[in-house]
């Protein structure tokens, strides 16, 4: 955030404990009465539904949360682990938000306004605009109460859509928490077991967030807290304004971790997993920025295509494997989530949510995050595919808005990968978001075969290795370099015709427009090359320019460089990084071209194949119906 950190003492949290004991224990709140009748018709399931209006009566309804609560286990006096947890994350909850709303007051004129007020009434302006704020209270109040319990509710399984907004008030920051309180315990009044009453509690703070969230734009008082950075330690809590990051308490990973020297072949893949891995590790979490978002070559989203078993899952579990290392002697917490089929959801807009709070989590920026969409072709649907459900479709808009959106902010905490064995059936505008290409192809040469035999093989033999140097194929330098030097010239067929006549026309490339003429001869060749395609060439020639080997010595110890300021990181960082050359440029736009030209023509043969399928069943049927007209079968 834009301001620095602002702590809570725990004595101004448990000051407010009495009052937040009173809200869970009995509260007396006034609600629009319903048209539906309290007491359950004889015989079924269902309440009287009054034919007469009743929307503009207002009664007053009794809370007790505790009792509402212990009624979850009715023949058990003592309560479960999940009623306790619930119970004390209330209380604990109202009495955060309380003295969120005092650090609010004190930083702007609530507070000098309530000492006066208390003296003598207000009048005129200072009446209005002391009312305004009051409202502003309430409604901080209330974002932080919803917002701590989403952020210390664990809710399991798919959350209920059964769950009402509360019934807000915005008088004052008391009225506001009552109201939350209500409208919680009608959201968990019924509930089956422990389970179920945290997923509906877990359910009820997002549906509140999202209805706060809409009313935003009610409160004009609320700009001094936009800024605001709150952390509270000991509940792992984080307030970042209004920002809605997940901030729950991290689990540990539970991954089979890759290191580097088990990935065999799939080179330059392994060599920017290596770096990226290393990139997001320079994270300055106070300034919340990494110096290579400022300096380049900052690696927010990628795509790797191949085909099924050439190890993309290994390069996730290196990815994953080696930050979560570093995270650790580093002491910052890491994130990682895949987001895959089983989100996607048959309830309307569902998917969506699922998805925006998926990018939510691993944005984070009190975090270190790592996301992946593996399958990103089931996963999300081309706009034009009329086949895919509404659910994908979702997806597809919110990953789009998410990668390269209006409101996009990279900080550099967090990098997004999307892989497919099909990457030609994921949207031309989701996969040109992604700002690096890698081709994940696996194993390709002899010694990468019998590296990769040996490594699974294991050690329970006696059989002799034979003349070969295990895993000198694997030396990532040496492998990185032949590998970059292959993409000197182009490798699909579509794009080599492109380079060969550009050559014939202009010869070597030796100046800025001599690669201006060369992309826009792959344009008109591609129509695909758009604008967005030049700039993910461009900050891959960055990337290249900080094509530098950030040492393994400062991530050993955290003090070295991870613990160090922005600015230092900043210029230890800069001294390492050198200028690019021609032969960079060519070879990674040949690179991004030709994955370019992969994909189409991967699209165009399967829509070839489709036709001729399309045709051969037509000739078959037509065949067929000629032989029953013979018989005189067809009718």
């Not at 969230?213 to 509940?235: M, T, Y």
């Not at 807009?349 to 995050?369: E, H, Y």
Request: hydrophobic content about 40%; aromatic content about 8%; glycine content about 8%.
């Amino acid at each position: 955030m834009d301001t620095g950190l602002t702590t809570i003492a725990e004595a101004d949290i448990e000051k407010h404990r009495a009052m937040a004991q009173s809200f869970i224990t009995r509260i007396v709140v006034l609600e629009d009465a319903s048209g539906q009748s309290g007491t359950a018709l004889a015989g079924t399931g269902r309440r009287f539904v009054s034919t007469v209006s009743t929307g503009s009566v207002r009664k007053t309804r009794e809370v007790e949360l505790t009792k509402t609560v212990a009624a979850v286990k009715p023949d058990d006096q003592l309560m479960g682990i999940g009623q306790h947890a619930l119970l004390y994350r209330a209380r604990r909850g109202l009495a955060v938000a309380l003295a969120v709303a005092d650090v609010f007051a004190r930083s702007c004129d609530l507070e000098s306004l309530q000492a006066k007020n208390a003296r003598t009434p207000l009048e005129g302006d200072e009446a209005s605009h002391f009312k305004k704020l009051l409202s502003a209270s309430a409604y901080v109040t209330a974002f932080s109460f919803a917002s701590y319990l989403s952020q210390l509710i664990d809710g399991e399984g798919e959350p209920p859509n059964d769950i009402a907004e509360p019934d807000f008030l915005f008088d004052t920051a008391q009225d506001a928490l009552k109201s939350l309180v209500a409208g919680l315990d009608r959201a968990i009044s019924g509930s089956k077991d422990d389970a179920d009453l945290m997923t509906r509690a877990d359910a009820f703070a997002r549906v509140a967030i999202d209805g706060l969230l809409s009313r935003k734009g009610r409160f004009d008082g609320i700009g001094a807290f936009e800024n605001a950075h709150i952390r509270i330690d000991a509940d792992d809590f984080t307030l970042d304004g209004f920002d809605v990051a997940p901030g729950k308490k991290s689990k540990p990973l539970v991954m089979t971790f890759k290191k580097p020297e088990e990935v065999v072949g799939n080179h330059i893949a392994k060599y920017q997993s290596v770096k990226l891995a290393k990139m997001l590790m320079a994270y300055d979490f106070d300034r919340e920025l990494n110096p290579f978002v400022e300096l380049g070559g900052f690696l927010f989203t990628f795509i790797g295509d191949g085909a099924p078993g050439t190890g993309k899952t290994t390069l996730i579990q290196m990815i994953a494997g080696l930050v979560n290392g570093y995270a650790e002697v580093a002491g910052y917490p890491f994130v990682y989530e895949n987001f895959g089929v089983d989100q996607i959801s048959s309830y309307q807009g569902k998917s969506g949510q699922n998805c925006r709070q998926f990018i939510n989590n691993v944005l984070n920026p009190r975090a270190i995050g790592f996301g992946t969409i593996d399958d990103i072709d089931q996963v999300a649907a081309k706009r034009s595919d009329d086949r895919a459900s509404a659910g994908q479709q979702e997806i597809t808009g919110v990953l789009m808005d998410a990668f390269a959106g209006a409101g996009t902010v990279v900080r550099g905490n967090c990098s997004f990968g999307m892989l497919s064995n099909y990457p030609e059936n994921v949207d031309d505008a989701l996969r040109q978001r992604a700002g690096a290409r890698w081709l994940v192809d696996g194993p390709q040469t002899r010694d990468d075969y019998i590296d990769i035999f040996v490594l699974l093989a294991g050690k329970n033999h006696k059989i002799p290795l034979g003349e070969h140097e295990l895993y000198a194929a694997q030396e990532i330098q040496r492998a990185v370099a032949e590998a970059y030097e292959g993409h000197a010239k182009p490798q699909e067929d579509g794009l080599e015709k492109v380079y060969e006549r550009f050559m014939k026309e202009n010869g070597q490339p030796k100046t800025m427009a001599d690669i201006g003429t060369y992309l826009h001869m792959i344009k008109e060749a591609e129509p695909r090359f758009t604008g967005r395609a030049i700039k993910n060439v461009t900050d891959a020639i960055k990337m290249r320019a900080m094509d530098i080997e950030l040492p393994d010595e400062w991530f050993e110890k955290p003090e070295v460089f991870m613990h160090k300021g922005y600015d230092e990181k900043k210029a230890m960082i800069e001294e390492l990084r050198g200028p690019f050359d021609m032969d960079m440029v060519m070879q990674e736009v040949n690179r991004y071209a030709d994955s370019e030209f992969r994909y189409s023509d991967k699209s165009d043969d399967a829509a070839v194949a489709k036709l001729l399928r399309d045709a051969r069943l037509r000739e078959r049927a037509a065949r067929e119906m000629a032989e029953l007209q013979k018989k005189g079968l067809w009718n």
